[in-house]
């Protein structure tokens, strides 16, 4: 009898143990770190407490997002290795080709040449997103939604002669490349006449003005005014790129949100990078009018000029960033642009 009793007595508390868990998991709050690159108040901190707001009230305050702005938590490229690791949970940033450098596609030049055909092959399982997803996905780190940052240009510290002919000679203006952006954007502005070197992107203010470079590519109109005043007396709008920053969760983080906080979270995901998909546009518009206001020199180019830029650059500087992206990928892109 008292074997009875002690067993069941057991399996009763054992039984209200596990209850009285169950409900503290299914109430407990997860608090996810997300780290960014730009400054506070800027374009995408606001977005990213939109994110955060959004998170807190639509998942009953179960999941929680702390913003550290300003790439607090490291450098863009020892983020994107503690997203892998699961040491970050989510980011928005660019993604890195350090351990798959197919990954160049998220840059690829003239992927896109206005808004809406960065919308179409570049939002929530377009084209590109759902190439770009795939290839995310063995490194532990969940491709969450697209940050629409705006149509990349060229800022120069000196007037561009001839600016709208893809076949000029501009090989008298060193123009800055990104280090992992040489296999794509060297052979794209060497092909457009421009002299091409790399440097780090700390290094650029005083670059040009110390006149070790001309000027730099890889940035959207945003970046003109934000990073480079001062420095700036050109602007080419020459659309060479979509500038995608990406809101990547490490995939570790995510699975401890039950099923259904991670449904929440990844829907509010995709509708955040829908609206700002639609308000990009004016987005890069405002800040072209505070270059123009400053006594910037814009050069904007019509749709029939752009394609000009991109038939040259997709003839001739295409196959040679074949190799970065692999011969399936290179020969995929090819057929989708081709139709």
Known sequence: ??????????????????????????SA??????????????????WAHQFADRVSAETDGRVNVRIFPASQLGDWEEVYEQLSQGAVDLAIQSISTKFDSRLAITWFPYTAVDYDSAKEAWNTDG????????LVAPQQITVMAPYAFGLGGMAVGKPVADPKNPDADHSDLKIRVWPSGVPTHKPTLERL??????????E??????????????????????????GVVD?????????????LLGSTMSLARLSEEDQKTVSAIAKDLATQR????????????????????????YSREEID??????RADAWPQMKDEIGDELYDLIQQYYAN
């Open 193 to 202: 006449g421009y002299s091409t070197t790399t440097m780090p992107w700390a």
């Open 127 to 134: 084209f590109l997103f759902n190439i770009v997803d795939e």
């Open 277 to 300: 998909f639609n308000a990009v546009e004016d987005a890069d518009n405002k800040y072209l009018q505070q270059l123009k206001d400053s006594g910037v020199t814009v050069v904007t």
């Open 29 to 46: 709050e997860t608090t996810l770190r997300l780290s960014h690159l730009s400054p506070p108040d800027s374009d995408m901190d606001k």
């Open 234 to 246: 050109t602007w080419l709008q020459i659309n060479d790129h979509f500038e995608i920053n990406w």
């Open 308 to 313: 000009l830029l991109a038939d040259a650059v």
């Open 1 to 26: 009898m008292l074997s009875r009793i002690n067993r069941r007595t057991v399996l009763g508390a054992a039984t209200a143990l596990a209850v009285s868990f169950s409900a503290f998991a299914a």
């Open 204 to 229: 650029l203010y005083t670059g040009v003005q110390t006149g070790v470079i001309d000027g730099m590519v890889g940035g959207v109109p945003e970046n003109a005014v934000r990073d480079w005043n």
